[in-house]
T-cell receptor, first 115, second 114 residues
């Protein structure tokens, strides 16, 4: 399977715990994006990487959220001290073209439930 | 402030008829508009896109129309099939933003009735 892969698909955690999600993009894609989707809303942009550089992170929801992309391959999104309001679907997407159709290729998402 | 708006949360259409999903936007810097389809517990899947310099793009049963003066686009599906039942998201790209991220609407849930 050469699509975007996300793990775990579902994470249930208690409030205050830290969680980490992993995204493996399509191998030749140099751009990687994280989005969050809550019930009844469209995906909301969080951050993006071009290769290993995180070029936009001002939309991360708080300082409890951080993302990395070591070596420009896979990426991780960490949420520290989780709160119930963090419950959502976290989506990863990747792309290659700058001047193409604008299409982002999404993974199946990681659903977070904070109890 | 929502830059991409889908004002109809849901739409029901009879199988074989036309489905029309609408989207409005406010940012004149958007250069590409895309439609994504999403099934429950899956990520969004790209359907069709249109450049801001065009007014129509067609791919099989799917056609997207863009009216720049009205800042409005629509997705036509004809004929509609039960497998088209899903949530459809309108998205737009702002090439001036640097990141080329997409801004999404809230989605329209399409139900195609057999």
């Amino acid at each position: 399977d050469t699509g975007v892969s996300q793990n775990p698909r579902h994470k249930i955690t208690k409030r205050g715990q830290n969680v980490t999600f992993r995204c493996d993009p399509i191998s030749e894609h140099n751009r990687l994006y994280w989005y969050r989707q809550t019930l009844g809303q469209g995906p909301e942009f969080l951050t993006y990487f071009q290769n290993e550089a995180q070029l936009e992170k001002s939309r991360l929801l708080s300082d409890r959220f951080s993302a990395e992309r070591p070596k420009g391959s896979f990426s991780t999104l960490e949420i520290q001290r989780t709160e119930q309001g963090d419950s959502a679907m976290y989506l990863c997407a990747s792309s290659l073209e700058l001047w193409g159709t604008g299409e982002l290729f999404f993974g199946e998402g990681s659903r977070l439930t904070v109890l | 402030d929502q830059q991409v708006k889908q004002n109809s949360p849901s739409l029901s259409v009879q199988e074989g008829r036309i489905s029309i999903l609408n989207c409005d936007y406010t940012n004149s810097m958007f250069d590409y508009f895309l439609w994504y389809k999403k099934y429950p517990a899956e990520g969004p899947t790209f359907l069709i896109s249109i450049s801001s310099i065009k007014d129509k793009n067609e791919d099989g049963r799917f056609t997207v129309f863009l009216n720049k003066s009205a800042k409005h686009l629509s997705l036509h599906i004809v004929p509609s099939q039960p497998g088209d039942s899903a949530v459809y998201f309108c998205a737009a790209r702002d090439s001036g933003a640097g990141s080329y991220q997409l801004t999404f609407g809230k989605g329209t849930k399409l139900s195609v009735i057999p």
